[in-house]
């Protein structure tokens, strides 16, 4: 709910290292991963007071110093920004705008920002956070978000892939999931060959849905491989719109680690523990992403040039 003292116990505490005694020692917050780590933080609908996107996130804007760039009102200074590191450019954006209860004004002057943002960058790399599910196949990605995911493919989708975004990376479904590196036409509709196959572009974007962190998992609401023109494919369009089967594959399976220990046709799947994180590495022209569950185990890996 956006709380001060939610802020505390569920964030600080924890990766300050206040309550960690690090092998029976008192860290005393040294040895904490924010001692040691920045981190740049994403307004999603849990920050938002009674996920109200027309109220004030007091909480989550008192608890972090963040980079207001040029063109972001003050009224928004916080909420969404960009920064450099190395050779990339990174954008947070507030994907609560999306909602439709959310003032439409605002929405445009963020995307105009963003739009105007990406065309000035000069990096090799450009990647974009935000919290809710622009392609997923989870519960919030099919039928849970529909309207709110349908504005963000429709207006956001085609603003970050004619700017050369190369990586989008959400959370909100409480799954990993990870796409080709797709295009979208200028309604945001997903590029697809004569087969009805998801077109893997080397100058589209990878989105991935790194959700596993905490909270309890999610299965799937719709399956990846369901035959165009069937009686299910049809229903999942109808019901949810573009998106939901555009999950890859790594070693033949789906890569959509919900939970279950299945995947999205019910096979088994193996690591079966599910919870983890997701690390990015950029080394000159090449990104690599890595998936661990929190045992240390691989879920998923891959890598791409630039372009």
Known sequence: NGLYSEFDANFFNQLSGKNNPGGG????????????RAFFPVLGNHEYPGQDPTV????????????????????????????????????????????GSAPTNRLSEMLAWLDADLAATTKTWRVVFLHRTIFASSSHGTYGDTATNNRMRAQLAPILQNRGVQLVMFGHDHAYQRSKRLRVDGGGKIVRDGSNNVVDSNTGI??????????????????????????????????????????????????????GGTDCTGLPTTPTERYGFTQVAITGATLSLTTYNFNGVVMDQFSMPAN
Do not use: Q
């Not at 020692?25 to 040691?36: D, K």
């Not at 040029?70 to 947070?92: K, T």
């Not at 991935?208 to 999610?218: F, I, N, P, R, T």
């Open 56 to 99: 004030i996130p007091a909480a989550y804007l008192d608890s972090f110093s963040l980079p207001v760039p040029s063109g972001v009102a003050p009224v928004d200074a916080e909420r969404y920004y960009s920064f450099d590191s190395g050779n990339a450019h990174f954008v947070v954006i507030d994907s609560e705008r999306f909602l």
């Open 25 to 36: 020692v008192p860290s005393n917050g040294l040895n904490g991963i924010l001692a040691t």
């Open 206 to 259: 990878v989105y991935v849905l790194s959700g596993h962190g905490g909270a309890d998992l999610y299965g799937c609401n719709a399956d990846p491989y369901a035959l165009f023109g069937s009686t299910k494919y049809n229903n999942y369009v109808s019901l949810y719109g573009d998106g939901y089967d555009f999950v890859a594959t790594r070693n033949g399976a789906a890569v959509l680690f919900s939970a």
